[in-house]
T-cell receptor, first 109, second 114 residues
Framework: AQRVTQPEKLLSVFKGAPVELKCNYS??????LFWYVQYSRQRLQLLLR??SRESIKGFTADLNKGETSFHLKKPFAQEEDSAMYYC???????????FGQGTRLTINP | GAVVSQHPSWVICKSGTSVKIECRSL??????MFWYRQFPKQSLMLMAT?????????EQGVEKDKFLINHASLTLSTLTVTSAHPEDSSFYIC??????????FGSGTRLTVV
């Protein structure tokens, strides 16, 4: 079964501080990991996917298969980063995408 | 890029009536579509997965007779909430995936049953 765990429901940091949102997964197949962001009153947006290994808005995430983790990191948080962040797990082909419970990130000025 | 259009964006209906929500892939062929439900301040809960031309696969605990899913073409899937009740009020989101595309989400439909 596919399972995603985001242990922190709420995370609050000061502007300019580093941010790390944790995500752990459980999946027997070859995983595809994603981070999605949902700003207030907006639709879900793709932030990162592990396959592309790119940095978006200063965020990066590395897939660690040994620890089954895909933590999201940013070295210097900005106020506009305040949003709901969801880690999601899919699989190859048409596999379903399962979401973690989400972490609400608040950046304090 | 891949675009998914979901309609309507919001709907209010009377208890006991049925409501249909459409999800269209505008610039790609969606071989698989997914329907999610999101309660306030909660995560997206997968309801069902549908492949074009096949019956949908429902997640455990989701009533297939209440939430009818049709995926008759490669660009359209519909979710019909039958005999809606106030507890069905929620935010419904579709997602589509095609060959070579990732998971693309619609903007969601807020259903309120009064």
């Amino acid at each position: 079964a596919q399972r995603v765990t985001q242990p922190e429901k709420l995370l609050s940091v000061f502007k300019g501080a580093p941010v790390e949102l944790k995500c752990n997964y459980s999946y027997s197949g070859s995983p595809e990991l994603f981070w999605y962001v949902q700003y207030s009153r907006q639709r879900l947006q793709l932030l990162l996917r592990h396959i592309s290994r790119e940095s978006i808005k200063g965020f990066t995430a590395d897939l660690n298969k040994g620890e089954t983790s895909f933590h999201l990191k940013k070295p210097f948080a900005q106020e506009e980063d305040s949003a709901m962040y969801y880690c999601a797990l899919g699989g190859q082909g048409a596999q379903k995408l399962v979401f973690g419970q989400g972490t609400r990130l608040t950046i304090n000025p | 890029g891949a675009v998914v259009s979901q309609h309507p964006s919001w709907v209010i209906c009377k208890s006991g009536t049925s409501v249909k929500i459409e999800c269209r892939s505008l610039d790609f062929q969606a071989t698989t579509m997914f329907w999610y439900r999101q309660f306030p301040k909660q995560s997206l809960m997968l309801m069902a997965t549908s492949n074009e031309g096949s019956k949908a696969t429902y997640e455990q605990g989701v009533e297939k007779d209440k939430f009818l899913i049709n995926h008759a073409s490669l660009t359209l899937s519909t979710l019909t909430v039958t005999s809606a009740h106030p507890e069905d009020s929620s935010f419904y989101i579709c997602s589509a995936r095609g060959s070579g595309t990732g998971y693309t989400f619609g903007s969601g439909t807020r259903l309120t049953v009064v």
